[in-house]
Each structure stands twice: as structure tokens, then as C-alpha cells.
């Protein structure tokens, strides 16, 4: 069922939240670890450029896994060259790598190539996962041509699993640290409604979950990389102000949203995704944690009472 033995591991993307995570992670389970990057400057490290579509194929002989979580940021108002970059560097960075993949003599035995839950798109209250159709939006594109970009690794024989992350919480880095300034000054409160439905993953969780995706042979194509307890958006906003000890009152309403960051608003902050982890939790997945206040609470180092108590915190 599992991998056994240590693995050489490729990893893209290594300079990002995720990735500088599992880069240590993976050499602390006996992997070795080599990064592809566009600036490659040392030992470990092998250059390519997908906007060139520039890779040397000899230099991925020999990987037993690649983790390739690449991808521009979303997190800003999506202007035509915007929304160019975040669609090419997940498509055609994807599609560069995949069919470096397949022509090689000795292929990896398995790509994790990471998508989103951004595929389901604005969903109101319907329930998802895995075997949900995708969504619209532009999101949800980039989705769906991302992981369509992988085909080439699959048809090869290379076991292909697509986690689709949602957000991910850690306080450095990632959509969370942007959210802390103004909770912590008590100005955070629910966006828009407060009714949408906001997937999540503790980074830790995120970690044992690529981690179980390297080794578990079982599982392949789409697995949904999200915390079973999805809460709403009022609920998330009012459980952040909650750990941090601050109001969490003041409510954003949708329109200025939709002004400051125009599509961007709707398409990501807006959005409704109700996704389970259906395929972890059939795998017998277990989440360190499962809910969101303790999520928070680990991601930024605050205990509960009863916790600090047991320590002997003031």
C-alpha cells in the first residue's frame, strides 16, 4: 500500500508557504530533497524557467516524487496581465514539467501537482467533494486548466494526485497574516454577509497530508486538502477575534470589497465552498485539527486558558 524506504523528492514552489514546510519535513522522514527553481544558486537546486519553457530533462532522472506546488499569488485585484500570470505559471508551468515527466527513461513514481478548492467555485450551500462538477468564475478556470495540465505524467503511468488546498492557516505567510492587522486593532469583522461558506487547513494538517499523498499508492486525481470543520465566513471572523482577544464586529460590506479589489472580491474573499475531505477521511485520515479555534490557536501560538493553566502561564 505505502512507500517504502526514503525517496529523492523534487519540490517546486519550495520558497513559498508550503513548500519551505515541507522541505524539512521531508528530509526529517529520510527523503532527500532537491528544489527546481528559476534561481537556482547552490547545490540541491536545478534551474528552470517555465515562462521560457525551459527544463533540462536529464536533471529530473533518477526523482522517485515530485511535489509541485508553483503558482503566482492570488491574493491581489486581478488585472488582465494579473490574471495572465496566475493562469499561465499553474498551466503552463504544469504542463512544462508533466511532459518533461513523461519522456524520461526512469519517471517518478508520483506527481503531486496541487490545485484548489477554487475549482468548486461560488457554491452557495451545496455540499462538495470530490466527485462535484467544477464550478465557474475564473478561479475555477485556472482550476480545471491546471490540472488538465498534468495529463501528460498520468498517460504515462505516473500516479498523479491533485490536492485541492484551501486556505491555508499560518501566521506567517498565506491569507491569515494579511487578515491579523486590523483584527488585532479590532477593526476585523465579517465580509460581505458573513454567509459564505470558508474551506480551510491548518498548515500542520497540510503537511501530514502531502505527506500521506507521497506514500499512500491508494490514493490518486483529485483529494481534497481541507479541514472537515469548514465554518462560515461570520463564524471564522467572529472565532479569529475570539483567539485573539479582540472584537470582531465591524463588517465589510460586499460592495467595497468589490471596489477595492474588483473581480478578486467575488471570485476568492466572496465565495461560497462547502468541501469535505471525503476521500481523506475514507483513507482513515486523522486531523490534528479538525476545528477552526483550535486551528487558530496552534497557528498562532495562543493557548486556551485551561492550556496556559497546565504550564503555568500568567
Same mark, same amino acid.
Given at each position: 500500500?505505502?512507500?517504502?524506504?526514503?525517496?529523492?523528492?523534487?519540490?517546486?514552489?519550495?520558497?513559498?508557504?508550503?513548500?519551505?514546510?515541507?522541505?524539512?519535513?521531508?528530509?526529517?522522514?529520510?527523503?532527500?530533497?532537491?528544489?527546481?527553481?528559476?534561481?537556482?544558486?547552490?547545490?540541491?537546486e536545478i534551474p528552470w524557467d517555465p515562462a521560457r519553457g525551459a527544463l533540462e530533462a536529464a536533471a529530473l532522472e533518477g526523482f522517485g516524487a515530485v511535489v509541485h506546488l508553483a503558482g503566482e499569488p492570488i491574493?491581489?485585484?486581478?488585472?488582465?496581465?494579473?490574471?495572465?500570470?496566475?493562469? *499561465?505559471?499553474? /498551466? =503552463?508551468?504544469?504542463?512544462?514539467? +508533466?511532459?518533461?515527466? &513523461? @519522456?524520461?527513461?526512469?519517471?517518478? #513514481?508520483? $506527481?503531486?501537482?496541487?490545485?484548489?478548492?477554487?475549482?468548486?467555485?461560488?457554491?452557495?450551500?451545496?455540499?462538495?467533494?470530490?466527485?462535484?462538477?467544477?464550478?465557474?468564475?475564473?478561479?475555477?478556470?485556472?482550476?480545471?486548466?491546471?490540472?488538465?495540465?498534468?495529463?501528460?505524467?498520468?498517460?504515462?503511468?505516473?500516479?498523479?494526485?491533485?490536492?485541492?488546498?484551501?486556505?491555508?492557516?499560518?501566521?506567517?505567510?498565506?491569507?491569515?497574516?494579511?487578515?491579523l492587522p486590523p483584527f488585532r486593532l479590532g477593526l476585523g469583522g465579517p465580509l460581505g454577509g458573513g454567509r459564505a461558506w470558508w474551506s480551510w487547513i491548518a498548515l500542520d494538517d497540510l503537511l501530514s497530508v502531502?505527506?500521506?499523498?507521497?506514500?499512500? *499508492?491508494?490514493? /490518486? =486525481?483529485?483529494?481534497?486538502?481541507? +479541514?472537515?470543520?469548514? &465554518? @462560515?465566513?461570520?463564524?471564522?471572523? #467572529?472565532? $479569529?477575534?475570539?483567539?485573539?482577544?479582540?472584537?470582531?464586529?465591524?463588517?465589510?460590506?460586499?460592495?467595497?470589497?468589490?471596489?477595492?479589489?474588483?473581480?478578486?472580491?467575488?471570485?476568492?474573499?466572496?465565495?461560497?465552498?462547502?468541501?469535505?475531505?471525503?476521500?481523506?477521511?475514507?483513507?482513515?485520515?486523522?486531523?490534528?485539527?479538525?476545528?477552526?479555534?483550535?486551528?487558530?490557536?496552534?497557528?498562532?501560538?495562543?493557548?486556551?486558558?485551561?492550556?496556559?493553566?497546565?504550564?503555568?502561564?500568567?
Amino acid at each position: 500500500m505505502g512507500v517504502s524506504g526514503p525517496l529523492r523528492v523534487l519540490v517546486t514552489g519550495a520558497r513559498g508557504l508550503v513548500g519551505r514546510a515541507l522541505v524539512p519535513v521531508l528530509r526529517a522522514r529520510g527523503h532527500s530533497v532537491a528544489v527546481l527553481t528559476r534561481h537556482a544558486a547552490g547545490p540541491g537546486e536545478i534551474p528552470w524557467d517555465p515562462a521560457r519553457g525551459a527544463l533540462e530533462a536529464a536533471a529530473l532522472e533518477g526523482f522517485g516524487a515530485v511535489v509541485h506546488l508553483a503558482g503566482e499569488p492570488i491574493g491581489a485585484r486581478w488585472t488582465a496581465a494579473r490574471r495572465f500570470s496566475i493562469l *499561465e505559471s499553474r /498551466s =503552463g508551468g504544469t504542463r512544462l514539467l +508533466a511532459t518533461t515527466l &513523461a @519522456r524520461l527513461e526512469g519517471p517518478p #513514481r508520483v $506527481l503531486i501537482s496541487a490545485s484548489a478548492v477554487g475549482w468548486y467555485g461560488d457554491r452557495g450551500e451545496e455540499a462538495l467533494d470530490e466527485t462535484s462538477p467544477p464550478g465557474t468564475g475564473f478561479l475555477s478556470e485556472v482550476c480545471r486548466a491546471w490540472e488538465e495540465a498534468a495529463v501528460p505524467a498520468s498517460a504515462a503511468g505516473i500516479r498523479v494526485v491533485h490536492p485541492r488546498i484551501a486556505m491555508v492557516l499560518a501566521s506567517r505567510g498565506g491569507a491569515l497574516e494579511r487578515m491579523l492587522p486590523p483584527f488585532r486593532l479590532g477593526l476585523g469583522g465579517p465580509l460581505g454577509g458573513g454567509r459564505a461558506w470558508w474551506s480551510w487547513i491548518a498548515l500542520d494538517d497540510l503537511l501530514s497530508v502531502l505527506l500521506r499523498l507521497l506514500e499512500d *499508492e491508494r490514493l /490518486s =486525481g483529485p483529494v481534497n486538502a481541507v +479541514a472537515p470543520g469548514v &465554518a @462560515r465566513n461570520g463564524d471564522f471572523a #467572529r472565532t $479569529l477575534g475570539r483567539v485573539l482577544g479582540r472584537p470582531a464586529l465591524l463588517p465589510v460590506p460586499a460592495f467595497a470589497l468589490r471596489a477595492l479589489l474588483g473581480e478578486m472580491a467575488g471570485g476568492a474573499l466572496l465565495a461560497s465552498a462547502r468541501v469535505s475531505p471525503a476521500r481523506l477521511t475514507a483513507a482513515g485520515h486523522v486531523f490534528r485539527f479538525p476545528d477552526l479555534e483550535g486551528a487558530l490557536r496552534q497557528a498562532l501560538g495562543r493557548a486556551t486558558r485551561g492550556e496556559a493553566g497546565a504550564r503555568g502561564s500568567p
